[in-house]
């Protein structure tokens, strides 16, 4: 019985404290300065290389290398396919002459560099990563 009590009052403490992990480790997409915030059909639109730019600002998207837990999220979150799907798709574009994959960045450090000295850049970062004056252009 002492066993069942302690359960009820540890369970929701173990909830609250994976909740705030995973707030820890969501996603945000940054853009350079000169990119307007975007909805969620707009960034996927941008990824799927169906749009370059944004309330006329030209755009330009990179992602997180593959095989990271960031590019798995942003894939799950914001894509809503899987990776492999993804590149897939990328693929046939390219084949048939429509389009570039984005470029594929190693780390969360180079995404954030790139997209700070890049015009109409925008990537995809942790929330943990995030520092201040960022521009957040889409929280997922």
């Not at 429509?98 to 929330?127: C, D």
Request: with cysteine; net charge positive.
């Amino acid at each position: 019985m002492k066993l069942v009590r302690t359960l009820f009052v540890l369970l929701p403490l173990l909830a609250c404290i994976s909740g705030s992990a995973q707030d820890r480790d969501a996603l945000v997409l940054i853009g350079n300065a000169s990119v307007p915030r975007v909805d969620l059909a707009t960034a996927q639109r941008l990824y799927t290389g169906r749009s370059v730019e944004v309330a006329g600002t030209p755009v330009t998207v990179v992602n997180a290398a593959p095989g990271s837990k960031l590019r798995e999220r942003f894939m799950s979150d914001v894509m809503n396919q899987e990776d492999n799907r993804y590149v897939a798709y990328w693929t046939v574009r390219k084949h048939v002459g429509k389009g570039t994959p984005p470029r594929e960045l190693k780390s969360a450090s180079e995404i954030i560099e790139f997209v700070q000295n890049t015009p109409g850049a925008m990537g995809y970062i942790a929330t943990s990563d995030l520092r201040p004056g960022m521009n957040v252009v889409m929280k997922p």
